[in-house]
């Protein structure tokens, strides 16, 4: 009876184990995804005003010789952005991985839980 007691403890403690691997897996996962979304956010604000520049630097090639200078200005913010840009998007990428592997993790930990719940329902 002990031995009966001891293992259904002991399988309650995989239990309780389990459930805070996949409570924390599924912290880890929603904050990955607030993540990704804010990076999408930024990526899209920053094609906005690529194109808002791009906008003006068509305006400012129409312009007098004044304008050369906006226009330089207006290139070199235009380069500045899309870097930014592609820094955001390999920093999309990276964290669309780990969305991935924490997606992954929370699977298998709520696996592991079920068939640990499977078996406890068994005895």
Do not use: C, H, P
Request: charged share 40%.
């Amino acid at each position: 009876m002990d031995k009966f007691k001891e293992k259904i403890a002991n399988i309650r403690a995989e239990a309780d184990a389990s459930i805070a691997r996949a409570e924390a897996a599924e912290q880890e996962l929603t904050a990955g995804k607030a993540e990704v979304s804010a990076k999408d956010q930024e990526a899209i604000s920053l094609n906005n005003r690529i194109t808002l520049l791009e906008s003006q630097l068509e305006k400012a090639e129409t312009g007098g010789s004044d304008s050369k200078t906006k226009l330089r200005d207006l290139e070199l913010k235009a380069e500045d952005l899309e870097r930014k840009v592609k820094t955001l998007e390999k920093d999309n990428e990276i964290l669309e991985t780990k969305l991935e592997e924490s997606t992954e993790n929370y699977n298998k930990v709520k696996t592991e839980l079920e068939e640990t719940l499977r078996a406890m329902d068994d005895m």
